[in-house]
């Protein structure tokens, strides 16, 4: 049989992080705002939640950043990861198109959020402090936290949206597994959660809810280091491993992707894989079509906003250039809990609002089925998260069937199921609902996007 897994050594890993900043035409990415006089961050301002190494890396426009040894060598745990050709995927489909995956579920939290935990806890140990504090969707980020936390010898607290912490208990056990203590979110622990708590006893929770109490935790305690999973220009920054090791392996494969598929919540797993072929493209190299899929039930790029607004929902951090839904918005309760973000990385956006990116839309019950499609042909049963670019790849190859055209598509299996098969149980059961958020809730929030620098 040909050749299905393409694995580099460790000495083939990336030794730089890349900077997609350095290569988009057009005026420089808009600044964060001060959420109090609506100016652009300072320098002075940023160090008050990140330490210097990652403001540099925030506003950076070098194309590529240096991985610290220390760094490095933790990532030898489980990087580079193999990038697979879905051979019985394809035959099953009977396309002519060829379909690889890039694997991040060999992780040790079974997904791609140490690639940034690792960093972003290093980072904050240099600079003196002895705990991290952050916000979780699904508890993937929760989780790399809690393991980057115990190999630096550091604290952990993690605010997990409450519908997640009641669907994946086995995450919140994850996390204290590695030290970390997991609260769900609202909670009665911070001013913002007691105040969405009064108005709403039976609130589900959401990111922007759970990224309030964190920060709110976070202003409390001087010893503590704030961390954050995705969106942020640095988190982005420190993903795009990923990618970098998908162009060396499709290199072995003596192939290059035509389309590139990323599940889309806050950004972080989509940018890592794509981001190093849009930096190729823009450099003058093979044209390559990127898109983004996200949940129906929380459409941030396919009917959100271009605007500043907030990333949480308590209104304690700064305003960001993106697509939004409002940082009041609360999606419905949705299994792919990492994708359930009201808004989206200002870089992601820009590539989408500058056409370098396309973005989609699915429906939960379709994703899983194709999910289930995937794990009886390939073996590997998906995070409800990568579904969403699984179901896209297997649409785009069953268009190639239709159209009788052999394009190469690559997607990104940003981890595991393993802690998610109460879902895959619901979806059998036939009880897995493809929710949509109300257009009341949708206008109501968008209501409340701030007007400052709306696009």
């Known amino acids: 049989m040909d050749r299905t897994r393409f694995s580099l050594g460790e000495n083939d890993a990336p030794t730089t992080w890349y900077n997609l900043a350095a290569d988009l035409p057009g005026a420089p990415l808009a600044p964060a705002l001060n959420p109090k006089t609506h100016q652009p961050l300072t320098r002075a301002e940023m160090a008050h939640t990140m330490p210097e190494p990652l403001i540099e890396q925030e506003l950076s426009a070098e194309r ?29 489909l009977g396309t002519p198109a060829r379909i690889y995956y890039k694997y991040e579920g060999g992780a040790p939290t079974g997904s791609h959020k140490p690639n940034t935990a690792i960093p972003q806890a290093y980072y904050n140990k240099l600079a003196g402090k002895t705990g991290l504090v952050t916000e979780t969707g699904a508890g993937q980020w929760g989780s790399a936290t809690a393991l980057a936390a115990s190999f630096f010898g550091m604290t952990a607290k993690v605010y997990m949206v409450k519908v997640s912490f009641e669907q994946k208990p086995y995450r919140r ?13 609202p909670s009665t622990e911070t001013e913002v959660g ?15 809810i759970a990224t309030s109490e964190a920060l709110e935790a976070f202003a409390q305690d001087p010893d503590l280091g704030y961390v954050l999973g995705s969106a942020a220009n640095h988190v982005l920054l420190h993903q795009t491993v990923i990618g970098q090791e998908a162009i060396r392996q499709m290199e072995l494969a003596e192939d290059y992707p035509d389309i590139v598929v990323g599940c889309s919540g806050g950004g972080s797993n989509l940018a890592g894989l794509s981001f ?13 079509r990127v898109i983004a899929v996200e949940p129906a039930a929380c459409p941030t790029l396919t009917q959100g906003t271009i605007a500043y607004d907030y990333a949480d929902t308590g209104r304690l951090g700064p305003l960001f250039r993106m697509h939004t839904l409002g940082h009041g918005f609360v999606p419905p309760a949705v299994h792919a809990g990492g994708l359930r973000a009201h808004g989206i990385g200002p870089l992601v956006s820009r590539c989408v609002e500058d056409g370098l990116m396309e973005a989609r839309a699915v429906p939960q019950t379709e994703c899983f089925e194709a999910g289930v499609r995937f794990a009886r042909t390939e073996g590997i049963v998906p995070a409800p998260e990568s579904t969403h670019a699984i179901r896209v790849a297997v649409d785009e190859a069953l268009r190639c ?5 052999a394009k190469t598509i690559l997607f990104g299996l ?27 809730l949708l206008a109501a929030a968008a209501d ?3 007007l400052v620098g709306r696009g």
């Open 194 to 208: 007691r105040k969405i708590l009064a108005d709403d006893p039976d609130c589900p929770g959401s990111l922007g």
């Open 414 to 440: 940003s981890g595991h199921g393993h802690f998610d098969l109460a879902a895959y149980d619901r979806y059998f059961a036939g009880t897995l609902a493809d929710d949509r958020p109300d257009e009341a």
């Open 173 to 185: 056990a994850l996390m204290e597994t590695y030290g970390a203590r997991c609260t769900p979110s």
């Open 401 to 405: 069937r239709e159209e009788g055209t």
């Open 64 to 92: 590529e950043i240096e991985i610290p040894d220390a760094v490095r060598e933790l990532y030898a745990l489980w990087r580079p990861s193999p990038l697979f050709r879905a051979r019985r995927l394809e035959r099953a």
């Open 448 to 450: 409340g996007i701030p």
């Open 276 to 288: 190093p072929f849009l930096g190729e493209r823009l450099r003058g190299g093979r044209d390559v």
